[in-house]
């Protein structure tokens, strides 16, 4: 079973930048096309930046141009770099494999945009 650890989400004021990291337990990681998500309270889990194997990005429309998604291969992981944050991008966020089969999700990491 493959387990996914997010890290890095914190309260942050409007404007402010975050770094998160997604670690995978997955020996051919670098196989897959790895996707970050987010959910806000009461509202469907939605996909925020897709990265292929082979380095191809797509950004969902209200992250485009003040978040960049990459991965280090080396080490199985997919970070996602946030800048201009604004109070709607509040939600948990998660990563995983892109796809109508996933691995098991993990616990996400809580990323606050609050004055």
């Known amino acids: 079973q493959v387990q996914l650890v997010e890290s890095g989400g914190e309260l942050v004021q409007p404007g402010g930048s975050l770094r998160l990291s997604c670690a995978a337990s997955k020996s051919d990681f670098n196989l897959y096309t790895m996707t970050w998500y987010r959910q806000a309270p009461g509202k469907p889990r939605e996909m925020v930046a897709i990265?292929?194997?082979?380095?191809?990005?797509t950004y969902a429309d209200y992250v485009k141009g003040r978040f960049t998604i990459s991965r280090d291969n080396a080490v199985n992981s997919v970070y996602l770099q946030m800048s201009s944050l604004k109070p709607e991008d509040t939600a948990v966020y998660y990563c995983n494999k892109w796809g109508t089969v996933q691995w098991t999700w993990g616990q996400g990491t809580q990323v606050t945009v609050s004055s």
């Open positions: 990265i292929t194997s082979s380095g191809r990005t």
